[in-house]
């Protein structure tokens, strides 16, 4: 039987690991665990070992991390996959097939940034961002699709309706998810706006997973919380998990965030603000925001509403709802760009590459 390590370094991170897990298990012949370095907040760590022994896949610990990180390399693990490349050479043995696949898709120029040379295969969204990777020297890249968004190839109405009725949530009314990245996020002029357009819609608002965790980001969630309720529920923090409220929602709400691009896969309207707030030095130092950011990744989004004022809000969402579909052929062809498939296949073409890369170091 061969042995799987899911290396997560975040909770956010486990929705793109959900159906690979699935994948494998289809195929049988696989043990299933997981991990989470020490370095990470211990309450993070409990709701990622929750989540996992949920799904009955194992949860590897220690009492600190060097502890955590030997177990790891004992097990000589056949395959290791990871978010992140972060502690990936600590943790793997010499015949490991170590695979990234990254944890978000959207405008952070660490996308291309973060790799090492122990990957032996790196899943790819999008051809486009394969031949970029392809330019930049990287080998070992396979053309997968993205495997978070698998579960949207499959629709169910019943569950829709089942979901909002959990929320408290009128599933006679349409619903706007509001899902914003944590850095440079619209969180603090947007919130307040949210209450007056829960008057007329659902409103589900799902934070980043460091607007829960992280100190400097933590007042975002603070702030939420203090409009939830009429109209308005917001994700827990555990409630790690974005893809239902995708399916349940009828518009996205977002800034920067990759949902943007995972969105693209229902071919529902997305409304992209253009505002946010920069923290003191990168308003006097501008150029080392932008370096954080893809800005050629971002000058070519044509697929969104754009959301230039707070105030425009209810207004926008409202001549959205009224017309779902008047960029639909943009965002189909934005898909097919940014996404590869949508065929609900990504994880099983990834799962197809682990087997032959396995298979080949066993002649």
């Given amino acids: 039987m061969k042995s799987i390590l899911f290396e997560t370094h975040h909770l956010y991170y486990l929705p793109n690991f959900l159906p690979i897990i699935k994948e494998f298990r289809l195929r049988g012949g696989y043990s299933l665990s997981a991990s989470i ?36 390399r004992n097990r000589k693990f056949d395959v290791i996959i990871v978010g992140i490349p ?8 010499d015949n490991t097939v170590a695979v990234m696949v990254y944890h978000g898709i959207g405008l952070k120029e660490s996308y291309y940034r973060d790799n090492s040379p122990r990957i032996n295969i790196r899943a790819v969204e999008s051809q486009e961002r394969y031949d970029e990777l392809t ?42 998810l509001y899902a914003p990245t944590f850095y440079p996020s619209s969180v603090e002029q947007m919130l307040p706006k949210l209450p007056g357009l829960a008057q007329e819609v659902n409103v589900i608002i799902k934070l980043h997973g460091f607007s829960w965790s992280q100190r400097r980001y933590k007042h975002h969630s603070e702030q939420a919380k203090q409009i939830t309720g009429q109209g308005i529920y917001l994700v827990t923090r555990e409630d ?12 996205l709400l977002s800034d920067i965030s990759s949902t943007l ?6 071919n529902r309207p997305i409304i992209q603000t253009t505002f946010y707030k920069p923290r003191l030095k990168h308003r006097i130092l501008k150029s080392r925001l932008r370096k954080r950011l893809d800005l050629v ?22 001549e959205t709802l009224k017309n779902p579909n008047s960029m639909s052929v943009v965002r189909l062809k934005a898909a097919e760009r940014y996404l590869y498939r949508t065929d609900g296949k990504a994880s099983a073409r990834l799962v197809d590459a682990i087997i032959e890369k396995l298979d080949v170091g066993e002649r």
Avoid: W
């Avoid at 691009?261 to 229902?266: G, K, P, R, S, V």
């Avoid at 990744?297 to 409202?318: C, G």
């Fill in 240 to 251: 790690y998990n974005i893809v239902p409220y995708y399916s349940v929602s009828d518009v």
């Fill in 86 to 93: 972060g502690m990936l050479e600590k943790v793997v043995s």
């Fill in 135 to 176: 330019r930049r020297g990287e080998a070992n890249l396979v053309l997968t699709g993205y495997t978070k968004n698998d579960p949207l190839a499959v629709m169910n109405s019943q569950k829709k309706t089942e979901l909002l009725d959990t929320l408290n949530l009128s599933p006679q009314r349409p619903t706007l």
């Fill in 37 to 72: 370095p020490h370095i990470i907040n211990d309450l993070e760590r409990q709701h990622v070992r929750e989540a996992v022994e949920k799904i009955g896949v194992e949860f590897i610990d220690g009492d600190n991390e060097m502890v955590r990180q030997t177990e790891l």
């Fill in 297 to 318: 990744r971002s000058s070519e989004i044509d697929f969104t509403y754009r959301l230039d004022h707070p105030q425009e809000l209810a207004a926008m969402v409202s």
């Fill in 261 to 266: 691009f995972e969105y693209l896969a229902l």
